[in-house]
């Protein structure tokens, strides 16, 4: 099998394929794009996302090159049978739980961390507002995870979608989760999983800093 290329940064929504794939058992290469250097705007790079986003991938047995971290985990799950849902209920869920964390989860946490983190003048008002709904979204998932060990079924395609960015929220943004006791043995559960381990620290970076 030729290696899947993966265009991928150090980001929550890059680990969403690097950690798919370390779950598949995939080969793949790794080509880091510096999107802090604006390398995402490369003409290359655009050829392969015209949203010019990471991550996307490269499926060259398959002739197919996929982005949008949702649709990456669905198309890498379809290929190999790997965290596939496992009947059409279970379907159905993992795209509404995937549209969730693509609609809700990273947006609230991607406003709070610029705001909070990244922008050069700190508003009150709009880091409150973005801390409040970010309470809210995780709120949502502590309720649905009171219900079972995981989003859908077992562990599978929606729990990757959403993990990098609780992920993120707790050792990037500063945000805690104590409150929220069925979503932290949720998160804390998926972070022991080798692969999972494996697949945060991808890609490598040289020069040490990540977003």
């Known amino acids: 099998m030729t290696p899947i290329d993966l265009y991928t940064y150090q ?3 890059g680990h969403k394929a ?3 794939l370390e779950e598949a058992g995939l080969p793949y290469r790794v080509h880091v794009i510096d999107i802090e250097a604006d ?3 490369r003409p290359d790079f655009l050829a392969l996302n015209p949203n010019n986003k990471i991550p996307v991938i490269v499926d060259a047995d398959r002739h197919r090159t996929v982005f ?3 649709a990456i985990l669905f198309y890498l799950a379809d290929r190999t049978g790997v965290l596939q849902p496992r009947t059409d209920d279970e379907q159905l869920t993992t795209l509404q739980w995937t549209l969730f964390q693509a609609a809700h989860v990273g947006p609230t946490l991607g406003q709070l961390w610029n705001f909070k983190i990244f922008a050069a003048e700190k508003i009150p008002s709009v880091i409150a507002r973005f801390e409040r709904e970010s309470h809210r979204v995780l709120g949502v ?3 649905r995870l009171a219900q079972r060990a995981h989003l859908v079924g077992d562990y599978g395609i929606a729990d990757v979608m959403t993990w990098p960015w ?4 707790v050792t990037k943004i500063g945000l805690t989760i104590d409150a929220f006791p069925q979503l932290s043995r949720w998160y804390a559960d998926i972070a022991r999983r ?4 494996r697949g945060i620290a991808v890609p490598h970076l040289q020069h040490g800093h990540a977003a």
């Open 18 to 20: 690097s950690i798919m």
């Open 68 to 70: 949008e971290s949702g």
């Open 166 to 169: 609780i992920h993120a929220a």
């Open 39 to 41: 390398e995402q705007h």
């Open 11 to 13: 980001t929550p929504n």
């Open 194 to 197: 080798p692969a999972v381990r």
């Open 141 to 143: 998932l502590d309720r």
